[in-house]
């Protein structure tokens, strides 16, 4: 069982700067791919970034390819995003999530989920 607690959003005018953090409450955090999926009004949940257990593999979205970046720290057990020149469209609730087998960019594939913390960009 991983318990999964997003934080590091906010409001920020388009071209600015955010980081969002995951903490992970597990003894294992090494043991499982992770990745951030966004969720728009009215849209549906969309993936944005996936890191493999090491740290070596990674994979963004072409939409976010260039300006977002995901991370891990096992020994902190985190999960960051990254996410610089943000626009207005990248407003969105930002889910972090946990699977123990290979990493994927289909959100049902996820066993664990976070709360999700909230971003908005203005224009």
């Known amino acids: 069982q991983v318990q999964l607690v997003e934080s590091g959003g906010g409001l920020v005018q388009a071209g600015g700067s955010l980081r969002l953090s995951c903490v992970a409450s597990?003894?294992?955090?090494?043991?499982?791919?992770m990745a951030w999926f966004r969720q728009a009004p009215g849209k549906e949940r969309e993936f944005v970034a996936t890191?493999?257990?090491?740290?070596?593999?990674?994979n963004h979205a072409d939409s976010v390819k260039g300006r977002f970046t995901i991370s891990r720290d096992n020994a902190k057990n985190t999960v960051s995003l990254q996410m610089n020149s943000l626009k207005p469209e990248d407003t969105a609730v930002y889910y972090c999530?946990?699977?123990?087998?290979?990493?994927?960019?289909?959100?049902?594939?996820?066993?664990?989920w976070g709360q999700g913390t909230q971003v908005t960009v203005s224009s």
């Open positions: 890191i493999s257990r090491t740290g070596s593999f990674t």
């Open positions: 597990s003894r294992t955090f090494s043991d499982y791919y």
């Open positions: 999530a946990a699977r123990e087998s290979f990493p994927s960019t289909f959100g049902g594939a996820y066993d664990y």
